[in-house]
C-alpha cells in the first residue's frame, strides 16, 4: 500500500463503520467535495493538515486520533523515497 492510500484507507473505513457516504462526509466537514474526491481516487496524494483537521473533527476525532491506527503506524518509508 502507498503512503497516501493509508488516508484513503482511514477515511473510507471511518465512513463505512460510521454509516456516512463520502458526499455526506464532504458536507459535514466542510471540505469541498471536489477536495474530497481528489483525496479518495489518489489524485491528492499529500493533503493539506487544514483538510484532515476539518475530516478529523467530522469523526468527533483530533488529528493526532485520526493519524493514529495500525497501518500509517507500520508503514515504513523506503530510504530513497522523496519527502
Known sequence: MEYYELFVYRIRSLCKERGIAIN???TMSGV???TLD???RGN???PRIKT???IANTFNMTVSEFLDFKELND???EEN???
Open 81 to 83: 523515497d522523496e519527502d
Open 44 to 46: 491528492t496524494r499529500n
Open 32 to 34: 469541498r467535495q471536489s
Open 75 to 77: 508503514f515504513s518509508f
Open 24 to 26: 455526506k462526509l464532504a
Open 38 to 40: 481528489n483525496i479518495v
Open 52 to 54: 484532515l483537521h476539518k
